[in-house]
């Protein structure tokens, strides 16, 4: 179990590495989006996403998993091995909502989970609390919603229109 002392410290280092730099994917580079897919976001710092469904209009269902493990609320560690890194994520207790073309502009697939991976990180989003009285645990998920929280709904209201239009 790690301390308060050491929660804060995460938090601190996490507040004083983020910026407003979003880098994009190159036209050649850029990968389509797919269910299972752990996709890192170029943002600073880099944020990763689990896409667990993808809409015909294009919406993007997904689940924001971070490398701040001890920072979120949800128990489940995923562990995602590949012959040249081992990354340890965790998910978040909410979900997200981002339009395909963004994602593919702004994102690229690191790796690909099983169904009964997706299964076990909605449920573990569906049972942890969104809010904790550790504060910066607290603070921590309020930061993270708030650098998705214009995107999903630019992203909900771009659909919405998108359909009202056909």
């Not at 550790?134 to 659909?159: D, M, N």
Request: proline content about 5%.
């Amino acid at each position: 179990m790690v301390d308060i002392k050491e929660l804060k410290t995460l938090l601190k280092f996490y507040k004083s590495s983020l910026g407003d730099e979003k880098l994009k994917v190159k036209e050649d580079k850029k990968v389509p989006v797919e269910v299972g897919q752990v996709r890192v976001l170029f943002w600073m710092p880099e944020e990763y996403i689990l896409i667990f469904h993808v809409e015909e209009e294009g919406l993007v269902h997904a689940v924001p998993l971070t490398i701040w493990t001890d920072l979120t609320t949800c128990l489940l560690k995923i562990h995602l091995i590949s012959n040249k890194t081992c990354k340890a994520l965790a998910p978040l207790p909410f979900f997200i909502y981002l339009r395909k073309e963004v994602l593919e502009e702004e994102s690229f697939p690191i790796y690909i989970v099983r169904k009964d991976t997706i299964e076990k990180v909605l449920k573990a989003v569906e049972r942890a609390p969104v809010w904790s009285a550790v504060k910066p645990k607290w603070e921590f998920i309020k930061l993270v919603w708030k650098r998705y929280s214009g995107l999903t709904f630019g992203s909900i209201l771009a659909t919405h229109i998108q359909r009202e239009s056909d």
